[in-house]
């Protein structure tokens, strides 16, 4: 069962319920996605942790796509072949799941979820809690097919984000995109034209879970983000 009614894609959300009853499926692998001390603090059973920073360049810091053989063995790793469904959670209003969701559906794997409430509904809806660590998964398969339609370069912003059928919508803090704070970047400040919405805006802080989709929309037509437009987010 989804709680995701009203999305164009309701498929990529679960409920607690759902992730309760699938569990223990053969070919279902649990992501926790959070650090090892949320990791550690308990966990859905069966769940494996995903490495710590594995989507920051190890000499820079910055975030960046794994290479394809290093995404590959870090899936293997979790026991994600070809064919396993993943669910993702997080502690963070699903900040982090959906950046294994989107790296995941990058490299051509699509079959992934996310726990809609994450964590935070996993326990308040009274769901088992697991500290053990799960056994070291089965060897499987995991054939990157990188999805280059889905990742924006620097050069295709710069020629398009001053079209009229194109939006850019800045995902990050007011702060960020005032230019008042700088989180490590070298420049601040937003891309020319680029319109402001925080990712958080449309998650509720209380539950962790998306807001409904109606209300999602209404914020979105607000700052002009509509179907018929090419969206560029950051």
Sequence with gaps: ????????????????????????????????????PGYNRGHIPSAVLVPDNYEKDPDSGRLHVLPPDKFAAMCQGLGIGDHT?????????????????????????TSVKILDGGWRRWVSEGHTVSFARPKAPPEVQFNPRPNQAILAKVDELKANCSLDDVIVWDVRSAA???????????????????????????????????????????????????????????
């Design 1 to 36: 069962m989804t709680t995701a009614s009203g999305f164009t894609h309701p498929e990529y959300l679960v409920d607690a319920a759902w992730v309760e009853t699938h569990r223990g499926d053969a070919n279902l692998v649990i992501v926790d996605c959070d650090v090892e």
């Design 85 to 109: 469904l993943v669910v993702a959670y997080d502690n963070s209003q699903s900040l982090y799941a959906a950046r294994l969701w989107w790296a995941l559906s990058y490299y051509g794997h």
């Design 176 to 234: 960020e995109y005032e230019g008042t704070n700088s989180r490590g970047n070298q420049r601040v400040g937003h891309v020319p034209g680029a319109v402001h919405l925080e990712y958080l805006n449309v998650m509720d802080r209380e539950t962790h879970r998306f807001k409904p989709a109606a209300d999602i929309r209404r914020m979105l037509m607000a700052k002009g983000i509509t179907p018929e437009k090419r969206v560029y987010t950051h």
